[in-house]
């Protein structure tokens, strides 16, 4: 139990694209996703927390209007990378959070990751 | 000081070694702490959570010391597989994690 996927797995586009990146909890409702973006050999770095049907909570210098969250549902999250930047390349994470009343402990459950690559 | 530190290492060690990980918070009210390991360029998968108790699961040992403010993990028996970096993750109130940087493990033949 508790998978979660994410989708496209790699992307490369021109600069200026718009990239779509979709965040699914297969077998559990989440209570909250996360996105995350990792640079190489760079610990994971905290993008926004998100909530399904309220607006996402951005981290100090992440651009809300660069990065738009989506959370339409208990399941599903998508980031949107707007008008994307070589410097935008890196492997973007999600995870989604289950409450464990047991213990009363937030898990959380990554997505396999999505590589953008921006010429 | 960062919110959840670890040494990044990496620790080399042989096959068969015994090996020690630990992580400091700096938050005295976090409430729940995980340690996650990622193979390079994949995702961090759930190794296992940290209770005040202490938990085991084959070779890997997880405790808590909420006095001092730091996690461990300690893996017994070093497999060529348990290559990997080793995160530490501390979460609040708010169940917003924190992760560490990481500590990179390599085990050698």
């Given amino acids: 139990g508790a998978v979660v996927s994410q989708h496209p797995s790699w992307v490369i586009c021109k600069s200026g694209t718009s990239v779509k990146i979709e965040c699914r909890s297969l077998d559990f409702q ?36 660069k990065f738009l969250i989506n959370h339409a549902s208990l399941t599903l999250s998508t980031l949107t990378v707007t008008s994307a930047h070589p410097e935008d390349s890196s492997f973007y994470i999600c995870s989604a959070s289950m409450f464990k009343l047991a213990g009363k402990t937030e898990t959380q459950y990554f997505g396999p990751g999505t590589r953008l690559l921006v010429l | 000081r960062k919110e959840v530190e670890q040494d990044p290492g990496p620790f080399n060690v042989p096959e ?4 020690a990980f630990n992580c400091t918070y700096s938050n005295s009210a976090s409430q729940s702490f995980f340690w996650y390991r990622q193979d390079c360029r994949k995702e961090p998968k759930l190794l296992m959570s940290v ?4 938990n085991e699961d084959g070779r890997f040992t997880a405790q808590l010391n909420r006095a001092s403010q730091y996690i461990s993990l300690l893996i017994r028996d070093s497999k060529l597989s348990d290559s990997a970096t080793y995160l530490c993750v501390v979460t609040g109130g708010s169940y917003i994690p924190t992760f560490g940087r990481g500590t990179s493990l390599i085990v050698h033949p």
Avoid: C, H, I
């Avoid at chain 1, 994971?44 to 981290?59: D, F, P, R």
């Fill in chain 2, 51 to 54: 209770y005040s108790s202490g």
């Fill in chain 1, 30 to 65: 989440a209570t909250t996703m996360f996105w995350y973006r990792q640079f190489p050999k760079q610990s994971l770095m905290l993008m926004a927390t998100s909530n399904e049907g309220s607006k996402a909570t951005y981290e100090q210098g992440v651009e809300k209007d």
């Fill in chain 2, 16 to 19: 068969g070694a015994t090996v």
